[in-house]
């Protein structure tokens, strides 16, 4: 994977495994997302029932898998791991719930992925906590309603504006993560610096800090590729100095905006005049899938003030015009 792109490789999940928080205490940052999961399933447990299922919302890297490992960690109850993608008929799911032992926590990454076949289905089990079992084929197949032991879903959706009303509706939670500060980032860091033995000053966690576009994922990844300069270059210890040059190394600027940010803030100002454009033009244009752009440029832009959506498409701020070193033609409304 690219330094800086938000998805993970099976190399990186082994270390990312390693780095997950495991109880809600240990989590930093999100008090919100925090507090409401913890008054969600202290109630459970008093109630000695099944937690509402869960909806966790927001961009790649913000820790929704590892919540719902903590779920599943503080409920003391197992938990499958599957995604929408994984999903493709009706019957992969089927045999999913069908194998789910009683309060386990079944995680759904990319929710929003599943098969529409597959939806259905996940209604009526959520709801009803019960399976229709097709036997047989043609005109001669019966549907068998199997019943389910309870069980708590937990979903995760980079585009919550995707998921089917329905479907939506059958999550008793939804818990919205944003962009970490840099404070919280930086703790983070130090723990990660902690558990991978990385010698570290407090000045060299906060430059990673602030440049990690507000992402725990993107920080620990950058944290490991300070060290690896750390260690080339210098005494092993991530400091100020090694941080900054291994972060112009591998292309994160002053602000943390990586090469697909500023890929994308450069086609707004030099192809199209600072826009609006469509957004499947601009993907075209940064060579990237249109969702990439959508889900992992494009929320941090325009949650630091780069960007604008505007019903005719996006649009670059005066802000990006500046970043870039650029001077907007002049009559731009942006
Ligand atoms: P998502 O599922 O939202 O894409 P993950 O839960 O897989 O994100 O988190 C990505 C990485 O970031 C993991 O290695 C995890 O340890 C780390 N991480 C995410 N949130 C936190 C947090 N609040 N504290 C510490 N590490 C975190």
Redesign the pocket.
């Known amino acids: 994977a690219r330094v800086v792109d938000a998805g993970s490789d099976a190399d990186e999940r082994t270390v990312?495994a390693a780095?997950?928080?495991r109880r809600l205490a240990e989590?930093?940052?999100?008090p919100r997302v925090r507090d409401q999961l913890s008054l969600v399933l202290e109630a459970a447990r008093r109630r000695d029932a099944v937690p509402d299922h869960i909806l966790l919302s927001?961009p790649?890297?913000?820790?929704?898998?590892?919540?719902a490992m903590i779920v599943a960690a503080e409920l003391e109850r197992p938990i499958r791991v599957t995604s929408g993608p994984a999903i493709q008929h009706a019957g992969d799911l089927a045999a999913i719930l069908s194998s789910l032992a009683e309060g386990e926590v079944l995680f759904l990454?990319e929710i929003h992925r599943m098969a529409r076949a597959a939806e259905e289905m996940l209604y009526l089990a959520m709801e009803d906590f019960r399976v229709d079992v097709i036997v047989g084929k043609g005109p001669g197949a019966t549907a068998i309603p199997l019943e389910l032991p309870p069980f708590t879903v937990v979903g995760?959706t980079t585009r919550s504006g995707l998921l089917p009303a329905p479907l939506r509706d059958r999550f008793g939670f939804t818990g919205h993560?944003d962009y970490y500060n840099a404070v919280d980032l930086a703790a983070?860091l130090t723990?990660s610096a902690r558990l991978l033995a990385v010698e570290a000053t407090d000045d060299g966690l906060a430059e990673i800090a602030g440049r990690s576009r507000g992402t725990?994922?993107i920080a620990?990844r950058l944290l490991r590729r300070v060290r690896d300069y750390a260690q080339v270059h210098g005494q092993g210890v991530v400091d100020r100095a090694a941080a900054q040059a291994a972060l112009e190394l591998f292309d994160v600027d002053g602000l943390g905006l990586d090469r697909l940010d500023r890929g994308v803030l450069e086609a707004l100002c030099k192809r199209f005049g600072g826009g609006p454009v469509g957004l499947s033009t601009l993907a075209v244009a940064v060579g990237e899938e249109a969702d990439t752009v959508e889900t992992v440029a494009e929320p941090y832009l325009v949650r630091e003030g780069f960007l604008v959506r505007t019903p005719r498409g996006r649009a670059a701020s005066a802000l990006a015009w500046e970043h870039l070193g650029l001077t907007p033609p002049s009559g731009t409304s942006a």
């Not at 790649?60 to 919540?67: A, I, M």
Request: proline residues 16%.
């Open positions: 990312e780095l997950r928080p989590f930093p940052g999100q927001g790649p890297g913000l820790g929704k898998t590892t919540l990454d995760a993560l983070i723990r725990p994922r620990n």
